[in-house]
């Protein structure tokens, strides 16, 4: 079992998309062990987007994803990263494909809904920057033995 750090942003929020795309998680099997709504500050969002600080779009990125509360999850499955991350769809909403969360609802690349991490490695990093130890539940959902063979 694989864990990832997801985070539902200011847009997905305000366009009232959290159920959506909450459902889209549950209803694939995956697991959410971890999740809370918050406003997150200029210095967490500077960490977590800290492989950009010399891009263009770093300070309008920075702006946006402070701009309104997000939803975090830590969501948990066998392949989780990239099972949320083809979820997720391209980064750019235009050329994400139908079916994916960022190719049913999103048109511009500074709108795109979610956030998901694109590694193991990236989703360690960005789990400890947000979240604790004491923050993550550990259960078994009931359906698991007809989600896995
Ligand atoms: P990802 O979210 O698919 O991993 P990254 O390349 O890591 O994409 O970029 C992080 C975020 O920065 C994107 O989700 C998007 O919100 C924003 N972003 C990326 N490229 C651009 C751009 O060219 N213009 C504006 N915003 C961008
Ligand atoms: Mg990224």
């Avoid at 549950?26 to 999740?35: C, N, T």
């Avoid at 949320?84 to 049913?104: C, H, Q, W």
Wanted: hydrophobic share 40%.
């Amino acid at each position: 079992m694989e864990q990832t750090f997801v985070m539902i942003k200011p847009d997905g929020v305000q366009r009232g998309l959290i159920g959506e795309i909450i459902s889209r998680i549950e209803r694939k099997g995956l697991r959410i062990v971890a999740m809370r709504m918050c406003q997150i500050t200029d210095e967490t969002a500077r960490r977590h987007y800290a492989e950009h600080v010399e891009k263009p779009f770093f300070s309008s990125l920075v702006d946006f994803i402070t701009s309104s509360p997000v939803v975090q999850m830590i969501v948990e499955g066998e392949n989780a990263v990239v099972v949320m991350r083809t979820m997720s769809g391209a980064t750019d909403p235009k050329e994400a494909l139908i079916g994916t969360i960022r190719g049913d609802f999103g048109l511009d690349v500074g709108r795109n809904l979610i956030h998901s991490a694109d590694s193991l490695e990236s989703a360690k990093r960005e789990i400890a920057i947000h979240f604790t130890e004491e923050d993550v539940v550990e259960y078994t959902k009931a359906d698991e033995t007809w989600v896995y063979e």
